[in-house]
């Protein structure tokens, strides 16, 4: 379709405004975090400023974020790889065999609050003397993953034609033989849309965290806070907390983007 | 692209090693279906149906204090309790319908326009994607914090810019009528991407011939794309709104990152989520709260039936 003039001028403006809206808070948030308080509370110095890395060498070595670092990966990837593993095969049946009903009791875990869950699963989780270990924070983040890992991998299986697999079981290969060898390497880019956006979604998750972790086990999303106290904010602090937080995750969605847009957008033209 | 077919010669060797034939791989085998579902079946199922029976149980009851505490059985008074609470309860369910359409209702029109604007090919198209991908990966309680600073009235960016063009101060998020819009205005920055990208993906699949037969029956821009664009896109703009509101209702990280606990001092955006979780885990009022949530869990899956009961008949 050809587009008239008039209009494509009207879509560059349009179009730098929504980058400039969606950049900018990302950008101050950033540039917060390089200043000082004393230049963050002066409203003359919110452009010009002489760049610092103290509240970066505060929040990495003095509020232990080293370390909670390492908890967030932990937990993400731990949620992530087991997620996979019971998510990937059920996906495959519920594709191949139709199990629709199947499927919804999974898919429910996406839509159920998860403060109705929380309760009862502290109380058993505490009686189990397990709060605050990494065991409940990886089972409680699964509970985020393996969700949209199935809905994902759905999609996927529906779209791969089955005449392969039958070639192999005519080669002789087994019913498992057959998902082993041929299925599964030829899901290799689902399984990786969907192990990425488990990744980004469990890294990102706030309540379960809050409620479930301990001290030793405090995932980034919960370690923010201790940054605001009861009677004022170390914005500084406060800004190269959540930028800490933010970046990574970021860092890798850039560089696998592709995935990351199918992910999202996983089932949405289907209808 | 040569269209000759060799056949493909099949050597002894060639063929995969003999099929484990145990007794186990050949039940396995017969019962791969079963086999592959049913761990994360019973993964999910363990996680959410004694927990929401244990909820329903407990909404009966008096449980209150510690979550090991005793408790007696009480019958229907929560719910009694809880319908008859204007206090807190039927404001939150008000914030919660007003927060979820007035989010909806933004994230999918501004979310149509910009999926729009990036519908045709264009330079710089990547530069674009990127942003848009960047506010919906960004970890929920980070943004809230950062606007928090943008929105702070002393020292925030918002009122500078404000400032520049003549308009007084905002109380923005410390205010007791702008908090609640402020926190949607949040949602709405870091999740109209997430339509954008849904309705993208719809967009490029149609075809061009409908477009260009109404272009040459003399549809104008608008025409088309209230008769032609939008009709074909309707399945998708359900699914959109479906997955958003889902989340929508559910919002809870933004709005504690900002205004913390039980939604501000006055529950300003305290909304059935926020509600729910301050009765359970900060007054530790099972009870009650279990009973919010059996209530609130009802209202989800009615509003879920209602959307896709609209969605097959879209279909049809």
Redesign the interface.
């Known amino acids: 379709?050809k587009?008239r003039r008039p209009y494509?001028i009207f879509?560059?403006v349009?179009?730098v405004l929504?980058?400039l809206?969606?950049?900018a808070?990302?950008v101050?948030?950033v540039a917060?975090s390089l200043k000082t308080n004393v230049d963050?509370?002066d409203?003359d110095k919110?452009f010009v400023f002489s760049p610092t890395m103290d509240n970066y060498s505060n929040v990495l070595q003095q509020a232990n974020y080293i370390q909670f670092i390492g908890n967030s990966l932990w937990v993400a990837l731990a949620a992530t790889v087991l997620s996979l593993l019971?998510?990937v095969?059920?996906a495959?049946?519920?594709s191949?065999?139709n199990?629709k009903k199947?499927a919804l009791?999974?898919l429910?875990?996406?839509?159920?609050?998860?403060?109705?869950?929380?309760?009862?699963?502290?109380?058993v989780f505490?009686?189990l003397q397990m709060v605050g270990g990494f065991t409940v924070l990886i089972?409680s983040h699964?509970?985020v993953s393996?969700?949209l890992i199935?809905y994902i991998m759905m999609g996927y299986f529906d779209g791969l034609p089955t005449e392969l697999e039958e070639a192999?079981l005519v080669?002789?290969?087994?019913?498992?033989?057959a998902?082993r060898?041929i299925t599964l390497p030829l899901s290799v880019p689902g399984i990786a849309t969907a192990g990425i956006l488990s990744f980004?979604f469990s890294?990102?998750n706030?309540?379960f965290a809050?409620?479930l972790s301990g001290a030793d086990t405090k995932t980034?999303?919960v370690a923010?806070f201790d940054f605001?106290g009861y009677a004022s904010i170390d914005?500084g602090g406060?800004?190269a907390?959540?930028?800490v937080?933010?970046l990574p995750?970021?860092l890798?969605?850039?560089f696998v983007?592709k995935y990351?847009?199918s992910g999202?957008?996983a089932?949405?033209?289907k209808? | 692209m040569s269209a000759v077919t060799t056949p493909v010669k099949r050597s002894p060797e060639a063929r995969p090693a003999s099929p484990e034939t145990s007794a186990w791989s050949r039940w396995a085998n017969a019962h791969r279906k079963w086999l592959f579902a049913a761990p994360a079946m019973l993964f999910v199922a363990v996680l959410i149906i004694f927990p929401v029976a244990w909820t329903g149980y407990l909404s009966l009851t008096d449980a209150e204090g510690s979550v090991r505490a005793e408790s007696s059985f009480i019958g229907f008074q929560n719910y009694l309790d809880v319908l008859g609470d204007t206090d807190r309860f039927w404001p939150a369910v008000w914030r919660t319908a007003l927060f979820t359409g007035v989010v909806l209702f933004f994230e999918v029109v501004l979310g149509m326009a910009i999926a729009l604007l990036l519908w045709r090919p264009f330079r710089g198209e990547k530069w674009v994607r990127v942003a848009i991908l960047l506010p919906l990966v960004a970890t929920p309680v980070a943004v809230g914090m950062m606007w928090r600073l943008i929105f702070d009235p002393n020292i925030g960016m918002a009122n500078q810019v404000l400032g520049w063009v003549g308009i007084d101060p905002q109380p923005w998020l410390s205010g007791q009528n702008s908090a609640l819009p402020t926190t949607m205005f949040i949602d709405i920055w870091q999740w109209t991407p997430m339509v954008v990208l849904i309705l993208l993906a719809g967009l490029t699949s149609l075809s061009d011939e409908p477009q260009e037969a109404a272009l040459i029956d003399g549809a104008s821009t608008w025409q088309r794309f209230r008769h032609v664009t939008l009709p074909l896109l309707m399945p998708t703009v359900i699914v959109a709104i479906l997955l958003r509101g889902i989340d929508a209702l559910k919002t809870f990280d933004i709005l504690y990152a900002t205004k913390g606990r039980g939604g501000g001092s006055f529950h300003e955006v305290e909304t059935l989520n926020v509600y729910a979780y301050g009765l359970s885990f900060d007054y530790n009022d099972y009870g009650v709260s279990s009973t919010v949530l059996i209530i609130f869990f009802l209202i989800i899956i009615g509003v879920m039936w209602a959307l896709t009961y609209r969605k097959k008949g879209l279909d049809r």
């Open positions: 379709m587009l494509k879509r560059t349009a179009l929504v980058v809206a969606l950049i808070p990302l101050w948030m917060a963050i509370y409203t919110a019971l998510g095969p059920a495959y049946s519920m191949r065999f199990m199947s009791v999974v429910m875990a996406r839509v159920i609050p998860g403060v109705s869950l929380l309760v009862p699963w502290y109380y505490s009686n089972l699964m509970f393996l969700p199935v192999a080669d002789g290969l087994t019913h498992i033989g998902f060898r980004i890294w990102n706030f309540m809050l409620v980034l999303p923010i605001v914005w406060l800004m907390a959540a930028t937080v933010t995750i970021m890798i969605a850039l983007q990351v847009v999202l957008t089932g949405a033209t209808g």
